[in-house]
């Protein structure tokens, strides 16, 4: 049997142009590239020079012009307004369009920016592809935000025009988008020409007379904009990453290459053929949003799903499975920390068998390392394909993947499978030498990156070579710590900077917790490493348990602690763990570690932009020095 992955994957690493110029035939093009690959001003590589594409056109209207037009599109499902609504092809197109005249009457032109800022609504979607097929690099930002963070984007991006709304909802929280945005503004150099609010009935925003126009209003009047042919090198969108400080890293994504691959994901890696329902449960604020709520399942003629809630709490923990069963869902993509909470909240996978998830094929999950017990519960009451990937805000789509269109690899617990085609992983040492199969490394990419992925940052080459290009040259850096095993599975560990050294051995925190996780009664967990003065750092957990707990916690710790010693050794050191509540995490869901270090070692630290719940810090310093760290 021909194995289709290793075919693409050989010949996307030894012929890029003819592997990627073979797969961009299968997207529109107003104007034919002249190369694939230009690598003239290394190490600023650019794909498709020459080409003009259009990705709104690419996500919209070819598909009406091939007779899609009646396909549900969009839907929109949000359980915290008790609303569903449905788009087809045709109907998102005439109002991306009528949005696009909007732009353009406000005077926004080829080359403008545009900030979102707005909740899980159908209008920050319609807004983006508006942008698209004008040729306007919209930056979306995360609503919630604080003023300041919104502020530095502001000054950063310049923009024309914001869109924004007066506030999102999330389950029981309402965040005051409006009320932030004027602040926002007060604070920041750059001021917009115009801002586009659109009113939500449950609130009403005051509107700045000569700055603010209400939604309906732009849009009562617009004349409908056809897309605009753009280079395909030019910027499509610009997505700053979360928790910057100082001057933000704005991740520039560009038109042709991010067409290409995106599309070609959608069956290689997802296995989803246009027609099918495709759901990525993430918020249009971060890279999964762009990339798997609205481009990829677009471009490939999928029907894709915007939901506004959360995996718990919107009502219970089958929220999930209500949306997978009412809309048919084919293939959900989500983060790990999704199952942790319904796993905490329903550990016996009782509402799960409430719903019909015949249509329920496969499960992704990226975002952060998917633990074994997480995996193992995920199959056990699925009983699909559960399937790690992994990759980055940068990337814009997975370097390691189980390519379940291409070939189905057996899963090993931990580990995301193999590079996905396009992606020449390797495993370094800091002096930027190979390490043997299964020797933890710096997980780096040899350039040229694939298609899809960042060619720089907005208006900062500099900051770049310095953030991504320096310390290992002729390669990306990823900032993951890893290796790579003698069957080619990835296994990525931890971030580098959670590499701890203890007593002169280079340990992986994110190993520990897969060992913790793997405890029947908790739900998530933490390790970090904190000072010590004889070994130089010693690890710690922080484990939250399932709601249904009652037994002694000295108990399960000790039991945890046993753990680490049966199956990494005593060479790990670990000999505390202690009981919260709950973790410090950004409100995409990563777990702040390395602010936890901080507070452990009494070191100085900023409280993070984008943190869920400040309060949590506070519970976890008094739990630190309840084990005599943390001290005042």
Not at 40 to 55: M, Q, V
Not at 215 to 236: E, Q
Not at 434 to 457: H, M, N
Request: aromatic residues 8%; charged residues 25%; hydrophobic residues 40%.
């Amino acid at each position: 049997m021909v194995n289709l992955y290793n075919e693409a994957f050989e010949r996307s690493i030894n012929d890029p142009n003819g592997f990627w110029g073979e797969v961009a035939e299968n997207c529109h093009w107003f104007k034919k590239w002249a190369r694939v690959l230009d690598d003239s001003n290394k190490p600023f590589y650019r794909w498709f020079i020459g080409g003009e594409i259009n990705s709104c056109y690419n996500a919209l209207d070819i598909h009406i012009e091939n007779g899609r037009g009646e396909q549900i599109a969009l839907i929109y499902d949000s359980p915290v307004t008790d609303t569903i609504k449905k788009f087809t092809y045709l109907e998102l197109r005439d109002n991306a369009a009528t949005f696009a005249g909007a732009l353009a009457a406000q005077g926004v032109q080829k080359g403008d920016r545009v900030i979102i800022y707005m909740p899980m609504v159908p209008e920050s979607i319609i807004a983006m592809l508006a942008c698209a097929r004008i040729g306007a690099v919209h930056s979306v930002v995360f609503g919630g935000f604080a003023a300041n963070e919104l502020a530095i984007r502001i000054d950063d991006a310049k923009p024309k025009v914001i869109v924004s709304a007066p506030c999102g909802i999330e389950a029981t929280k309402v965040i005051p988008y409006k009320r932030l945005l004027d602040e926002a503004i007060d604070i920041a150099v750059a001021k917009p020409d115009r801002c586009i609010i659109l009113q939500r009935p449950m609130e009403t925003a005051c509107l700045i007379e000569g700055r603010d126009l209400d939604w309906s209003d732009a849009v009562a009047d617009a004349k409908p904009h056809d897309c605009v042919p753009l280079a395909a090198t030019d910027p499509l969108y610009i997505l700053y990453t979360s928790g910057t400080t100082g001057r933000p890293k704005g991740v520039v994504r560009d038109n042709g290459g991010h067409v290409v691959s995106l599309k070609w994901s959608m069956k290689a890696i997802y296995g989803v053929d246009a027609g099918d329902v495709y759901w990525a449960a993430s918020d249009v604020g971060w890279v999964v949003g762009h990339s798997y709520i609205i481009y990829a399942p677009l471009f490939k003629g999928c029907t894709t799903i915007l939901c506004e809630g959360k995996p718990v709490g919107t009502p219970d923990a089958g929220a999930f499975w209500r949306v997978i069963s009412e809309h048919k869902v084919k293939c959900l993509f989500t983060a790990p920390k999704a199952f942790r909470a319904i796993k905490r909240e329903d550990p016996g996978g009782a509402l799960i068998k409430n719903y019909d998830l015949t249509n329920f094929k496969t499960m992704f999950l990226a975002g952060e390392r998917l633990d074994p017990d997480t995996l193992r519960w995920a199959e056990k009451n699925l009983g699909i394909p559960v399937i790690d990937h992994w990759w980055q805000t940068e990337t814009g789509w997975a370097i390691s993947a189980n390519c379940i269109g291409l070939h189905h690899f057996p899963v090993k617990e931990g580990s995301p499978t193999k590079p996905a085609p396009g992606w020449n992983l390797k495993v370094v040492d800091k002096k930027n030498n190979p390490v043997k199969a299964g020797e933890i490394g710096a997980l780096v990419v040899e350039l040229p990156l694939p298609p899809g992925t960042l060619p720089t940052l907005w208006n900062n080459d500099q900051g770049f070579i310095n953030s991504y290009l320096d310390d290992f040259p002729g390669n990306y850096k990823t900032a993951d710590a890893g290796f790579i095993d003698e069957d080619g599975y990835v296994y990525v560990m931890s971030r580098t900077d959670d590499i701890i050294n203890t007593a002169g051995h280079r340990l992986s925190t994110g190993a520990m917790e897969e060992v913790l996780a793997d405890h029947p009664d908790v739900a998530e967990c933490a390790v970090l490493g904190v000072k010590d003065k004889l070994k130089g750092q010693v690890p710690i957990g922080l484990l939250v348990l399932n709601t249904d707990v009652g037994r002694d916690h000295h108990e399960i710790i000790q039991e945890t602690v046993q753990m680490i010693r049966d199956r990494i050794g005593p060479v790990a050191s670990f000999k505390v763990a202690t009981v919260v509540k709950r973790l410090p995490k950004t409100r995409s869901g990563k777990i702040l570690r390395g602010t936890i270090q901080k507070i452990a070692d009494n070191k100085e630290w900023k409280l993070p932009a984008t943190i869920d719940d400040p309060a949590v810090l506070d519970e976890i310093k008094e739990t630190l020095q309840s084990i005599g760290l943390a001290r005042a």
